[in-house]
Structures are given as structure tokens and as C-alpha cells.
């Protein structure tokens, strides 16, 4: 009997063993006679499976966003028929968490937003088209930070298009970047195709705010283009989407004469380089001229053959616009000019520095 047993353990061992060599050798031999478009067939299927579980994210942020909205949808109607109050809500947020335990998002809190998000956007098929497509945080960040339904939207298709975290949204709105967007001087329309002149106006903006650089008295160009690659990152989350960073005092040489660009870039969305020149004092058509020289440089030594024609932007102090336009009017090359300012106050829209107190009012205040 004992013989047997050791006869059949031994046979069971030689067969677990021959079942691993079979599951491995399998694996060995597929690897060793992979076909030469494996790799690229690999790539593409992972491609897809990302893109994939990608839309799935957005669907299931998408269809909670709409949730949320018909919630708060309820909850007005219920308010406005029979009078509900925030007891009412407070309740309800316990029988929702308590018939769905697994769910996070009905707290009274969240309910109360979600009221108010359905407030904010009486129209659902905005929601659906833009809204829905933003995080919750966002959505939040707007309805908190913004009255007005169209500068509302403005933001929400911004963020939708450039993917601003919450973060960079509130940053965008308390710098006021939808009144600023699109407002540089420039001679676009008369240097570039209509298609990509108006992307192009859209790209710059004026004035540019460097509050990231505090309180300094800049008076050198050079101490305003240091202090900006200091704070890059912050430099181009102003600059907007699209900016990539190539360099600083880039050298050029023309005439066996040496030359340096303060700041160059290329923007990714236009496919051109970008040079920046910065100004510490007020607009000079002078400047115009310089620029100009850059940029015929740079289409000639820099350029690739693919890109579209460099554009400049002269950043300065202060501007007299009709000076500026004036200047670039007969200028065959594109050119932006915008002012750059420390002080974010500055660029408050006439509407909102009618609301702020003066010097005055709050010396007064403190009994000075």
C-alpha cells in the first residue's frame, strides 16, 4: 500500500510539473516569434483602451453633472410649489445618503449646490453641451465666483477647451481674463489669412498681468525678463494655452552683427514662433522697427519650412493706442502690442472700479 501511494505521489508531482513547463514554454515561444507589426498593433490597441476609459470617465463626470442638475432642478420647483426649506433638504440629504450608502455627494451642502448650480443654468441643454463636460469642483468654482450667466459660459467653454483645473479657473476669473482676452493691439488682420488672423487675436490679450512678480519697481528690461523666468510657470499660465518656452536672449546674427531676442516661444495651436520683446516704459514706434528686424530673422534662420510666418508682441508699460496703430498700420509683418502691470486693480473693467472704494474713502474709514 505504502509502495502504491508513493507511486501515484510521485506521478502527480511529474504531471504538476510537465502542467508548469506547458503553461511557460507557450509563452516563451510567443515571444521569441512575435511578427515585426506587433509593436505598432500593441501601441494602437492601448491607444484605443485609453481613449476609451477616458470617455468613460467623461461620461460617468457628464451624467453625474446632469444628475446633480435635475436634483437641484427638483429641489426649486419643490421650493417655489410647496415651500421647502432647508430642513426639507437637511432630510433629504439623509434618506439619499441612507438609500444609497455606496454614493458620495448628498450632504446638505452639496444639495444646497446643487440647487443652486440648477439656479445658475435654467437651460438644461447648456448643461448638457458645456456644464456637464466640467468637473463638480468647477462647476462650484463658477456658480460661487460668478452673477452673470454669459461671463459664466464664457469661462465654462474656456475651461472646457483648455482643461483649467479649479485652481487655474479662479485664477483666470479674479485676473478677469474674459475682459482682457482678445484686446491687444495688433495689425492680425492686415498681415494674416482672415482664419488665422482671428485665432491669433485671440491668443493675446491686454493688459498681461505680472502680479506673481510683487511690488518691485522694474525699471531695466532686463530686470523685468529675469524676474518673469523666475516665476516661468506662473509667466505662462498668463501667456495662456499653447505657449511653449524655447528661450531667453536667444542670439541671432545678421550682418555679422550680434543679436538677442528677450523671450521666444512657439505656440503650438498657431505653429509659429512667438517673440516676445519687453519694454519697461511706455510704447515707442521705435520699438516697432526692432521687432520687425526679429522677426524677419527668425523666418529666415529659424523658421522650419512647415510654419506659419513669426509674430511679435511688444510688451510695455503703457501704450497710447492710437499711437500704436499708427505704428503698425503699414507694417507687413504681424504684430501684437499689449501692456504688462503688476497691479492686478488695474485692469478691473470700468463697471467694477466704480464699486471699489478710493484712497480717500478708506483713509477716511480708518480715521486718517
Known sequence: MAGKKRNADMKKRLALGRTRSEASFPVALLRAALPK?????????????????????????????????????EILDRQDKAGWGAKVIDRLAVDLREAFPDMKGF??????????????????SIVQRVVAQLPWRQNIALI????????????????????WSQPILCLQIDGHAHVRQGKAVTNF?????????????????????????????????????????EHLQKFLLELGAGFAFVGRQVPLEVGNQDFR??????????????????KAGAFEPGF?????????????????????PTIGLLLCRSKNRLVVEYALRDLK????VAQ????????????????????????????K
Open 144 to 163: 460661487e465666483r460668478l452673477n452673470d450667466r454669459d461671463t459664466r459660459l464664457w469661462y465654462a467653454e474656456q475651461t472646457q477647451r483648455h482643461g
Open 37 to 73: 507589426d506587433y509593436a505598432e498593433v500593441l501601441r494602437r490597441i492601448k491607444e484605443r483602451i485609453g481613449r476609451e476609459r477616458l470617455r468613460t470617465v467623461l461620461a460617468a463626470n457628464a451624467a453625474m453633472v446632469t444628475l446633480y442638475w435635475d436634483i437641484g432642478r
Open 333 to 336: 509683418k504681424p504684430v501684437g
Open 107 to 124: 450632504s446638505p451642502r452639496n444639495l444646497k449646490y446643487m440647487r443652486a448650480f440648477a439656479a445658475a443654468w435654467p437651460n438644461k
Open 340 to 367: 504688462w502691470e503688476t497691479k492686478i486693480v488695474k485692469s478691473l473693467p470700468k463697471e467694477l472700479k466704480g464699486s471699489l472704494p478710493t484712497i480717500e474713502e478708506i483713509e477716511k474709514e480708518l480715521g
Open 189 to 229: 488682420a492686415l498681415t494674416m489669412p482672415p482664419a488665422e488672423s482671428d485665432m491669433a487675436a485671440q491668443v493675446f490679450k491686454d493688459p498681461y498681468l505680472f502680479d506673481f512678480l510683487g511690488t518691485a519697481d522694474h525699471r531695466r528690461e532686463v530686470e523685468i525678463e529675469h524676474a518673469l523666468m
Open 288 to 308: 516697432v522697427g526692432q521687432i520687425n528686424m526679429y522677426l524677419s530673422a527668425v523666418d529666415d534662420l529659424l523658421k522650419h519650412p512647415d510654419d506659419k
Open 261 to 278: 531676442l528677450d523671450l521666444l516661444f512657439y505656440h503650438l495651436k498657431l505653429r509659429c514662433y512667438v517673440v516676445i520683446e519687453l
